[in-house]
C-alpha cells in the first residue's frame, strides 16, 4: 500500500490508460486545474503530446467531436474542467451521446469519459461552484461516477477509460484533491462501476455519502464516535448510475436510520434520489424519516460567510445523524439503545 | 460519368422518390400507422444520390432528421427504414429510434440526431478518429439551412478547418431555388448573412454552392471535396440548392396537391396538375435527370416506364412488409439503457 494525494492518484491512472490503450485521447490535460496539482499534469503532457488536443473555447462542438470520435473507435477523455462549463455542452452529453446505444438497438457505443470539477470550491461563485451530478443521474444512457478517495479515482477512472463502452460523467471536486488515502500495490486497479464501498461499518445510523461528502461524512463519524458513542456506517456508492441499491439497503436494514448527504441542491438532487430509492424499497426498515443533507437551493453565493452557510459540512451532516438516532427514542442516551423496541 | 452510372443513379433517385411517396402516404393513411411525424426529402434525391456516390465503403455518413432518401442512397433496404419509421422489430433499429434516428453501422450511419445541427460535431468526430486512427476515410455530414443558425455549427467549422479535419460539410438548401430567392437580400428569412456560403469562406473551407438538381454537377463536385478530404487537405464546405417540393409543409407533408409523381410528366408536362406543374418544371431533379437521359436518346421511354413500374412493385412490396413487422416486445423496452463493459483482455 502506499499512500497518496487524490491528484496524485487521479494522474496516476490518466498516465496509465494512455500507456495502456492507443485508442485513448485527451481533449484538454488540465484536469486538476490551476492549482499546485498542474504540475502532476506536465508529464502526462510531454509524454503523450501527439494524443492530447487542445481545442478552442468551444464545449459544444467539441464533446460533440470526441463522441463522434468514440462512435468510431476511439477512447477520448474530455477535461471540461469546472463542470457548469459542460452546461454549454449539454446538447451533445445527454442528447447525442447518453441515447446513442439504446437508440441504435445496441449497435453503436460513445465510451467518451467527460471529466469535470464539480462543487463549492471555495469561492468560486455562482458559475463556477456547479453540482450537475442529479442532472446526469436523470438523464438515461449516461453513468455517472463521484470518487470520493484517491483508490477510487484511480480505480473508476481506469475502469471507465479502458473497460465502459457507455459513456460517463466524472466528477471531482477540487476539495478532494488534497485528500490523501491508501493506494493498492496492484497498480492495475480497477472499479468496475455499480459497486458501493462500505468507507466505515457501523450499526446506529447509515450515512449514504457522495463524492466530496465521504471525508465529511467519515469526520463526522469519527466526532459522533468519539464524543457521543454514536456508531455510523458510511456507504459510499461510487458510481449514481449504475447504482449498487443492494449494497446501500443492507446497510439501511442494519441500521434502520439514514442520512443521505451530497452536495447537488436539496431538490432533485443526488440525495433526494437516494432517499426516494430507500424509502421506497426499505421503509418497513425505517426507525426514523431519512434526512438529506445538500445545499441549499440558490444560486452559490461568493462571499465566504454565505458559502459556508449552505455547504453541506461535516457539522451539519452530524447534526443531521443527531436528528434520526434520537428519533423515537426516549429515556434512553443518545447512541444507546436505538432499536424502537428498546424504548 | 458514364451512361450506365447515370442511369444506375436515376434509379436510386426514383427509389427515393416512391419510397419517399408511400411514407406520405403511410403519414396522410387516416389509420395513422405511423405514431410520429414525418420528413421527406422529395426534390432532393439527386443531392442524396450524387453525393453518396462520391463515399467509399469505409466512409461515414451523417445524416438529420430528413434521412430517407440519404440511408437509401448509402445501400438501406427500403423494408427496414419503413419498418423503422413504422416503430416495428425489422426497422434498422428494432423500431427504437423510428423515423427521426434511424442509424446504420453497417453502412457507416453510426447515428442519426434529429437535432438541428446535431449530427455536425458528431461527424467532425468521425472525421477526427478516422484520421487519428489512419485507415484514410473521410466523413460525410448532410444537414439543412436551418442548421447555420445553431451555435454547434459555427464552433465545428472552426475546429474543423483548424484541425484539418476530413470531413465534408453538405449542407442542403431546400428553403428557395434560385430562381425564387426572397427579396430582402438574405438567402433565408433565419439567417443574416447574405450568402449562407460567406459563413464557411470566412472560416477559410473551401467552399462550392451547386444546384442540387443537377446529378452531374453533385458528383462532380462531392467527388472534388471527398477527394481534398481523404488527401489530407482538410474540410469542405458543399451547399446543394434545391427548391422546396409543393407538397413539403414542415412535418406534415402531403400528396393531396400533387399526387404521385408520374414518371410521363418528363414528356408531357402539361398533364402534371397546376400547382406542381412549375416545380415538375423547373426543380424536379428526377425528370430533369430523366428528361436529359431521353432527349439524348440514352433511354428509352419504354426503359424508364419499365423501370419506374418494377421500383413502384419494390416499395409496395416493402410498405406491406413492414406493415406485416411485429412491433417489438414491450419488455425489452428498458434493456439497452447502457452497453455492457468491455472485459479486461487477459494478461
Known amino acids: 500500500m502506499r499512500d497518496v494525494l487524490y491528484t496524485e492518484a487521479l494522474a496516476e491512472a490518466l498516465g496509465e490508460v494512455m500507456a495502456e490503450d492507443p485508442r485513448v485521447v485527451l481533449f484538454g490535460a488540465n484536469f486538476v486545474g490551476a492549482g499546485p496539482g498542474r504540475a502532476l499534469m506536465v508529464g502526462i503532457q510531454q509524454r503523450f503530446a501527439d494524443r492530447i488536443v487542445w481545442p478552442p473555447i468551444a464545449e459544444l462542438a467539441y464533446c460533440g467531436i470526441a463522441i463522434g470520435a468514440a462512435m468510431a473507435g476511439m477512447r477520448p477523455i474530455v477535461d471540461l474542467s469546472t463542470a457548469t462549463f459542460s452546461y454549454e455542452a449539454i446538447p451533445q452529453i445527454v442528447n447525442e451521446a447518453a441515447i446513442a446505444y439504446a437508440n441504435s438497438a445496441g449497435q453503436t457505443t460513445a465510451p467518451v469519459v467527460f471529466h469535470m470539477l464539480y462543487g463549492l470550491r471555495g469561492g468560486g461563485a455562482a458559475q463556477h461552484s456547479g453540482s450537475p451530478q442529479g442532472w446526469y443521474w436523470n438523464a438515461p444512457g449516461l453513468q455517472v461516477a463521484l470518487p470520493g478517495s484517491p483508490a477510487d479515482v484511480k480505480g473508476l477512472l481506469r475502469w471507465a477509460a479502458l473497460r465502459s463502452r457507455s459513456p460517463v460523467v466524472f466528477m471531482s471536486h477540487q476539495q478532494l484533491f488534497g485528500v490523501r488515502g491508501s493506494l493498492p500495490d496492484d497498480v492495475a486497479l480497477e472499479i468496475p462501476f455499480g459497486q458501493a464501498d462500505i468507507k466505515r461499518t457501523g450499526s446506529d445510523v447509515t450515512i449514504v455519502a457522495c463524492g466530496v461528502q465521504v471525508p465529511r461524512a467519515l469526520e463526522a463519524a469519527s466526532t459522533l464516535a468519539r464524543e457521543e458513542g454514536i456508531d455510523c456506517e458510511v456507504v459510499d456508492p461510487r458510481t449514481l448510475q449504475p447504482l449498487d441499491v443492494p449494497t446501500i439497503l443492507a446497510s439501511v436494514r442494519k441500521t434502520g436510520r439514514v442520512v443521505v448527504t451530497d452536495e447537488s441542491h436539496d431538490a432533485c438532487g443526488v440525495a433526494a434520489g437516494l432517499a426516494a430509492i430507500i424509502a421506497d424499497e426499505a421503509f418497513d426498515a425505517l426507525h426514523a424519516p431519512i434526512k438529506r443533507v445538500s445545499t441549499a437551493h440558490t444560486p452559490v453565493p461568493y462571499a465566504r460567510t454565505l458559502e459556508d452557510s449552505i455547504r453541506p459540512s461535516a457539522a451539519r451532516i452530524a447534526d443531521a445523524v443527531r436528528a434520526v438516532a434520537g428519533f423515537g427514542v426516549r429515556d434512553a442516551g443518545v447512541g444507546a439503545g436505538l432499536a424502537p423496541g428498546s424504548v | ?347
Not at chain 2, 82 to 87: H, P, T
Request: aromatic share 6%; glycine share 10%.
Open chain 2, 1 to 347: 460519368m458514364t451512361v450506365v452510372e447515370r442511369v444506375g443513379m436515376l434509379e436510386t433517385m426514383l427509389r427515393i422518390r416512391r419510397l419517399e411517396e408511400a411514407v406520405v402516404k403511410l403519414a396522410e393513411d387516416p389509420a395513422r400507422p405511423i405514431r410520429g411525424h414525418v420528413h421527406v426529402s422529395i426534390g432532393q434525391e439527386a443531392a442524396a444520390a450524387g453525393a453518396c456516390a462520391a463515399l467509399g465503403s469505409g466512409d461515414y455518413l451523417f445524416t438529420t432528421h430528413r434521412n430517407h432518401g440519404h440511408v437509401l442512397a448509402r445501400g438501406g433496404e427500403p423494408t427496414r427504414i419503413l419498418a423503422e419509421i413504422l416503430g416495428r422489430a425489422d426497422g434498422y433499429c428494432h423500431g427504437r429510434a423510428g423515423g427521426f434516428h434511424i442509424a446504420v453501422p453497417a453502412l457507416g450511419i453510426l447515428h442519426t440526431s434529429a437535432i438541428v445541427g446535431g449530427s455536425v460535431a458528431l461527424a467532425a468526430g468521425a472525421a477526427f478518429a478516422t484520421s487519428r486512427l489512419g485507415d484514410a476515410h473521410v466523413a460525410l455530414v448532410f444537414f439543412g439551412d436551418g442548421a447555420m443558425e445553431e451555435g454547434v455549427f459555427s464552433e465545428t467549422l472552426n475546429i474543423a478547418q483548424l484541425w484539418r479535419l476530413p470531413v465534408v460539410f453538405f449542407m442542403e438548401n431546400n428553403s428557395v431555388s434560385a430562381a425564387e430567392r426572397s427579396g430582402r437580400g438574405s438567402p433565408t428569412s433565419e439567417h443574416s448573412a447574405v450568402a449562407l456560403s460567406d459563413v464557411p469562406r470566412a472560416y477559410g473551407l473551401s467552399t462550392e454552392v451547386i444546384d442540387g438538381t443537377a446529378l452531374d454537377l453533385v458528383v462532380e463536385v462531392t467527388c472534388r471535396a471527398v477527394e481534398a478530404a481523404r488527401a489530407g487537405r482538410g474540410p469542405y464546405f458543399i451547399e446543394s440548392r434545391t427548391s422546396r417540393w409543393p407538397g413539403n409543409f414542415g412535418s406534415s407533408p402531403t400528396l393531396a396537391l400533387s399526387g404521385e409523381t408520374d414518371i410521363a410528366w418528363a414528356w408531357s408536362l402539361e398533364t402534371a396538375p397546376e400547382a406542381i406543374r412549375r416545380w415538375a418544371d423547373l426543380s424536379d431533379p428526377l425528370l430533369r435527370l430523366a428528361r436529359r437521359l431521353l432527349g439524348r436518346g440514352e433511354m428509352a421511354r419504354d426503359t424508364l416506364t419499365d423501370r419506374d413500374a418494377r421500383v413502384r412493385a419494390e416499395m409496395r412490396r416493402a410498405t406491406e412488409a413492414a406493415i406485416q413487422s411485429p412491433e417489438p416486445v414491450a419488455a425489452t423496452a428498458a434493456e439497452l439503457t447502457l452497453a455492457r463493459p468491455s472485459v479486461p483482455s487477459p494478461t
